[in-house]
């Protein structure tokens, strides 16, 4: 039996990925929102299991040794992130559409090891002052934080000609309408 091909979603820090995914689960109960691992700490409204599985560096690095991730990455050159694949192969079993929101690295290990018929689907701001904005609105993160995200952005932003599809996140709702289309929601 075939499998249902996975969607990755990449774009730079604060673009919305979490916002589109969110709304996107919330009108299509079929697709599976993948709950990374990570070895940063919980922000103040960040549950375990729900947002990430928060791991230890020593889980962390126990589980690449053991094949557990489809991939990982060091992200902003701090911690580390990756997808466990066991849920994503769960889910695809189950007849669920696995929607992957992931670094530039980790688009870029799927693009050579999972089966052709992915998505590489790229979330990009409708500029970078608008993104600079949005990153600040957040919040959450230190200045030195904020501006080491800000490099990375920059990079990831380069990048979308990698991919396969560039959505400008200019409006939720047109964005959703979108990447429904593209995911044959
Ligand atoms: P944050 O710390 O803001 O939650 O996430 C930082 C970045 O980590 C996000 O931009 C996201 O693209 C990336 N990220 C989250 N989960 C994964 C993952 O499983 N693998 C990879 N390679 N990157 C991830």
Do not use: C
Request: glycine share 6%.
């Amino acid at each position: 039996m075939s499998t249902p091909d996975l969607t990755v979603l990449a774009g730079p820090t604060a673009v919305g990925k979490g916002t589109i995914s969110r709304r996107l689960i919330e009108l299509y109960p079929e697709v599976y929102l993948s709950i990374s691992a990570t070895t940063r700490s919980p922000r103040e409204n960040e549950q375990d299991g729900i947002h990430y599985h928060f791991l230890t560096l020593t889980d962390f690095d126990a589980k690449i040794k053991n094949n557990e991730f489809l991939e990982w990455a060091v992200v902003h050159g701090t911690h580390k992130y990756g997808t466990l694949r066991e849920p994503i192969e769960q889910a695809q079993q189950n007849g669920l559409r696995p929607l992957l929101e992931i670094d530039l690295q980790g688009a870029r290990i799927l693009r050579e090891t999972v089966p052709p018929g992915a998505k590489f689907l790229f979330l990009a701001p409708p500029s970078f002052e608008e993104l600079i904005t949005r990153l600040g609105i957040r919040g959450t993160e230190s200045v030195e934080d904020r501006m080491r995200r800000l490099d990375t952005a920059k990079q990831e932003l380069a990048s979308q000609d990698e991919f396969d599809h560039i959505i400008v996140n200019d409006d939720v709702e047109d964005v959703i309408k979108e990447l429904a289309e593209l995911m044959n929601l």
